[in-house]
């Protein structure tokens, strides 16, 4: 199903390329309106839209919903990866203890490794 919605994005996006290339812009008519009485004027109307510009349009809605549609599944796949750390092991713990020895404090600091302050 992803990679159904991948071609038809890919398809769509190449669709609206195309298409907005075609098209012709709203500014190659500025030399014939000032002097002319035409209707399609750069500040005059726009008429209705043209059939190219109401197919980007659909095209375009088609992009935005494979787009979320994209990101639906990318989400989905995010939420099965996250789980991945229940696998790694735990440390071991090390449950033994070391018992210290004991310094008395009769004993003279010559015959002790540990100086002491008198």
Do not use: R, W
């Not at 030399?31 to 009485?37: E, H, L, Q, T």
């Not at 939420?79 to 310094?103: F, H, R």
């Amino acid at each position: 199903m992803e990679a159904l919605v991948l071609v038809v994005h890919v398809l769509a996006a190449v669709a609206i390329i195309g298409l907005v290339l075609i098209q012709q812009g709203k500014g190659a008519d500025a030399g014939a309106s000032f002097g002319g009485g035409a209707s399609q004027t750069v500040f005059g109307s726009q008429g209705g839209g043209s059939f190219f510009g109401k197919l980007t349009a659909v095209f375009a809605l088609v992009f935005f919903i494979t787009s979320f549609g994209l990101a639906f599944f990318a989400s989905e796949q995010a939420k099965t990866v996250s789980g991945g750390l229940e696998y790694v092991p735990n440390a071991s713990q090390v449950e033994e203890t070391v018992d210290m020895p004991e310094i008395d404090a009769g004993e003279s600091s010559a015959s002790q490794d540990i100086p002491s302050v008198d």
